[in-house]
């Protein structure tokens, strides 16, 4: 019994330990609980302080901007005010309504937070309201050559009671962001009426298209979908968030369809908003056109790849030289476009999943109407951020027609400006190299190599004006010819024909896509060097590129005409400085200040065209932005510093990216200087001064 008095009393201490831990557990809780609750009322405060100082910041703000606005607005009517100068109160105006956009973006969302949103239903006829909103739009989508339409009935308008002014919000904000993320095609809000009493509201576009993963946060505040220093789309990310909301204010929900490439639809109903349906006059924005536009012949080029970076970078890069582009994913797909379109041009990536190359090809030279429809291989791993372009000019189908032979010939010499005399045949079928000499032994000087081996030394001994190269016989060999060929000193200029089968074996075309991604792999070059392949391959002229700029190329034509005869010999000359930009204000901006500087402008509107430009002219300074779409300034400079001649060219970094604001990030990437946005005129002088010294006056 003692034993197990004294064990009892062991196990009450322990008790009696064990529920002190707990009571003082308990009060630890009990104190974190308290200060969680403080933490929680203050964060309540804290958000409540934002939202009142965000309010009254952006009717701060608002109010000097209305009287900007109103005042440059007055001025650009003024008959008096030059031509020069209403060139840049138009910039000065349009930058000024967007940032009145921005900052009416802000002052709603903080009308959220606070609780102060209010719904004030009202009648009226939706046609009035579209009149307000068709103008604003209709100009925007003209400054991007797209195509605007408002369809709904003609000869009706609808008498609604909702909230006019938050309907109106939703749709501009909706048409806006559609705008922003199209570069061709177009643009359309869709009215439709349901069972009478409710009305769906629809704005569809042919832009970019959203993700599956990017779907998910498109609603959130302050998020956007590419975040990254390159992002080529400004915003605060509040739009669609705040058209959510009041979507849903007005008794709806707000919708997304989308395909990532091909564009977006977004979708909502207002539920029992119609009272009356009233026959009117046609509206003008219903019939409204762009003669130019329609006048304007666009080329068409038709991309097949199914890896969206791709598309999005070879897409992009030929809108920007004002191309149309059809975009697709797989070959059967491609080859219907092809008939139906019939593009200028057929760009083909061999890794794609659905179809191949090798099917395609004899598929469009088999139709009459595509045959002679250039097709140009592009071959980007993504994944390794490296490219190549085989250079194959064109592709015979299983043998040699000898009645087209010569309009084929009179294509190449055309595209080569050169005579075509001496041809070398890499092939094993004698009998049709015996019977072509024997039709064309007078007109061309012709040669056989059938051996495997030593096969690029026998094409230089023979010095040729063109090579074809039979595949069927040499397979995978045939694409390293090509690249032989290519990196040859004396061959790389000659073109090069491509004779395939009308079908390949599935063997056959795993042996020849792993060699492609083995010699894409090897050859390393940038996806950059690609584009300027596909540019000489596609004869795009650099000048094109300005056609979307008007107000740059009116301002500056004679300049953009006469930079390439700048004299390396003329110490007199005036500096050349290349402003290298995605924003088209942006540039008009700072040239205007380094014209005031006497300086010579040069543009370019990202990455890729400033190192196409560079081949071209040596300039004196260049201003490059760090946020560019497809290629960044950060991968732009490290591409110039890769070249000899330009390492001593001053390179001064622009960015408006608080994150990027630090001279050693820039400097250790290979900048000399950095200029902040907005520019100050008197630091973008000070730099010129300090790096072009006696040059500026």
Not at 428 to 443: I, L, P, R
């Amino acid at each position: 019994m003692k034993e197990l008095n004294e064990e009892y009393q062991k196990q009450n201490e322990q008790i009696i330990k064990k529920n002190d831990e707990l009571k003082e557990l308990h009060q630890q809780l009990k104190d974190k609980a308290d200060e969680l609750e403080k933490q929680r009322i203050k964060a309540v405060e804290l958000t409540k302080v934002k939202s009142e100082f965000l309010a009254s910041m952006s009717h701060e703000l608002r109010t000097p901007l209305i009287s900007i606005l109103g005042l440059t607005e007055l001025l650009i009517k003024d008959g008096s005010v030059v031509v020069k100068a209403k060139d840049r109160l138009n910039i000065v105006h349009r930058n000024g309504k967007r940032l009145l956009s921005l900052i009416t973006n802000i002052l709603e969302f903080s009308k959220f937070e606070s609780g102060k949103i209010e719904v004030k239903k009202e009648s009226f006829l939706l046609n009035d309201t579209l009149e307000e909103i068709y103008p604003n739009i209709h100009q925007i989508t003209s400054e991007k050559n797209l195509e605007l339409h408002f369809d709904m009935e003609k000869n009706s308008s609808v008498l609604l009671n909702t909230d006019r002014s938050k309907l109106e919000q939703v749709l501009i904000n909706l048409l806006v962001n559609a705008v922003k993320f199209t570069e061709v095609g177009s643009v359309q809000l869709g009215i439709k009426l349901i069972n009478g009493s409710d009305i769906e509201f629809s704005v569809t576009d042919t832009g970019i298209g959203i993700s599956e993963e990017n779907k998910k946060i498109i609603f959130s505040e302050f998020k956007q979908v590419d975040g990254s220093a390159s992002r080529k789309y400004g915003g605060a990310g509040l739009g669609l968030a705040i058209c959510k909301k009041y979507v849903e204010l007005l008794g709806g929900t707000l919708s997304l369809q989308s395909t990532l490439g091909e564009g977006s639809r977004f979708y909502f109903v207002l539920p029992e908003a119609v009272l009356d349906v009233v026959e009117i006059k046609e509206h003008q924005f219903l019939t409204i056109t762009d003669p130019e536009k329609e006048k304007r012949l666009t080329k068409s080029i038709l991309i097949i790849n199914d890896n969206s970076d791709s598309q999005k970078l070879i897409g992009d890069y030929l809108a920007s030289y004002d191309y149309d582009v059809i975009i697709t994913s797989n070959s059967d797909d491609g080859l219907k476009l092809a008939k139906e379109k019939l593009p200028y041009a057929v760009i083909f990536n061999p890794f794609i999943n659905e179809g191949n190359l090798w099917s395609f090809i004899p598929s469009m030279k088999s139709y009459s109407e595509t045959r002679y429809i250039p097709i140009v291989l592009t071959i980007i791993v993504e994944e390794e951020k490296v490219g190549w372009e085989p250079g194959v000019f064109d592709f015979i189908i299983e043998k040699i027609n000898f009645n087209e032979f010569n309009e084929l010939i009179s294509k190449v010499e055309s595209h080569f400006e050169k005579n075509i005399r001496k041809i070398v045949f890499v092939d094993t079928n004698h009998d049709e190299y015996e019977a072509f000499k024997k039709s064309f032994g007078d007109t061309f000087d012709v040669a056989i190599i059938s051996s495997s081996t030593d096969v690029n030394k026998k094409i230089r001994n023979e010095q040729p004006h063109l090579v074809i190269i039979d595949i069927t016989t040499f397979m995978e060999q045939s694409l390293q010819i090509i690249y032989d060929i290519s990196q040859d000193r004396l061959l790389k200029n000659v073109p090069v024909i491509l004779k395939l089968p009308k079908l390949l074996t599935h063997d056959q075309v795993e042996r020849l896509n792993i060699k492609f991604k083995e010699i894409a792999l090897t050859v390393k070059s940038h996806p950059m060097d690609v584009l300027k392949v596909l540019r000489d391959r596609l004869k795009i002229d650099d000048d094109v590129t300005n056609r979307k700029n008007n107000l740059i190329e009116e301002v500056y034509t004679n300049e953009q005409k006469n930079y390439h005869l700048k004299s390396e010999n003329n110490k007199d000359s005036k500096p050349t400085i290349l402003i290298v930009d995605d924003n088209n204000d942006a540039l008009f901006t700072i040239g205007e200040f380094v014209k005031e500087m006497n300086c010579n402008t040069i543009f370019a509107h990202n990455g890729m065209e400033c190192l196409l430009t560079l081949n071209h002219v040596e300039p004196d300074l260049i201003f490059l932005d760090i946020m560019m779409p497809q290629m960044d300034g950060f991968e732009t400079i490290k591409q110039i510093r890769k070249e000899k001649k330009f390492e001593n060219i001053p390179v001064i970094a622009l960015t408006a990216y608080a994150m990027l604001d630090n001279k050693e990030v820039i400097e250790k990437n290979g900048f000399n200087d950095l200029v902040t946005k907005p520019i100050n005129s008197q630091v973008l002088a000070s730099k010129l001064k300090k790096y072009l010294k006696a040059k500026v006056g």
